[in-house]
């Protein structure tokens, strides 16, 4: 196992489609979470799952965003009807208690 | 050091010199902090925590120092090399129910050859 990965790793794509991106845990973590970054700022969070279950969402996941980890193991985002403002670097972590996260490389998403 | 907008705070240090990032955290709850490095390109890489009922955390060529009293956490790098150049952010973390990490904005560390 070599770490949290992720893909894709860039996705540009027109304001209005949908996107989706996956995260891939270190595979004996059960805690998954999601970040998303802004040029200049640290990762802020969007949302978490211990297992399957997605145990807290930030106010910064709007409608337009789902999460999902259906088996507890590889998790997915969902960007419905992209916007500018949606563009950033999502980032995946993974551990196994609540200390101890190890981070993805990222997807870096540009909104055109 | 705090930033405002997209332009980081940048210490810049000689090589070989130590470096001290500070960071000034909001939550006098937080019972654990993280330092992380990030380079161009990638996500956040740990170097070094420490937990709150700790003042003082040594690992090879970093320290990490914690003032509960003025909510307040620094990392101290011996013998700064060109390698260590990056955006460093700490990070405070509640614990119990709360599992996220919250995030400060970041300092960027240049090392001039």
């Known amino acids: 196992d070599t770490g949290v990965s992720q893909n894709p790793r860039h996705k540009i794509t027109k304001r209005g489609q949908n996107v989706t991106f996956r995260c891939d845990p270190i595979s004996e973590h059960n805690r998954l979470y999601w970040y998303r970054q802004t040029l200049g700022q640290g990762p802020e969070f969007l949302t978490y799952f211990q297992n399957e279950a997605q145990l807290e969402k930030s106010r910064l996941l709007s409608d337009r965003f789902s999460a999902e980890r259906p088996k507890g193991s590889f998790s997915t985002l969902e960007i419905q009807r992209t916007e500018q403002g949606d563009s950033a670097m999502y980032l995946c972590a993974s551990s196994t208690v609540n200390y101890g996260y190890t981070f993805g490389s990222g997807t870096r998403l540009t909104v055109v | 050091g705090e930033s405002v907008g997209l332009h980081l705070p940048t210490l810049s240090v000689q090589e070989g010199d130590n470096s001290i990032i500070n960071c000034a955290y909001s939550?006098?709850?937080?019972?654990?902090f993280i330092w992380y490095k990030q380079e161009s390109g990638k996500g956040p890489q740990f170097i070094i925590d420490i937990r709150s009922n700790m003042d003082k955390r040594q690992g090879q060529r970093v320290t990490v120092l914690l003032n509960k009293t003025v909510k307040h956490l620094s990392l101290q790098i011996a013998a700064t090399q060109p390698g260590d150049s990056a955006v460093y952010f700490c990070?405070?973390?509640?614990?119990?129910?709360?599992?996220?990490?919250?995030f400060g904005k970041g300092i960027t560390l240049s090392v001039r050859p």
């Open positions: 990070a405070e973390f509640e614990g119990g129910a709360n599992s996220k990490l919250t």
């Open positions: 939550n006098s709850a937080s019972d654990y």
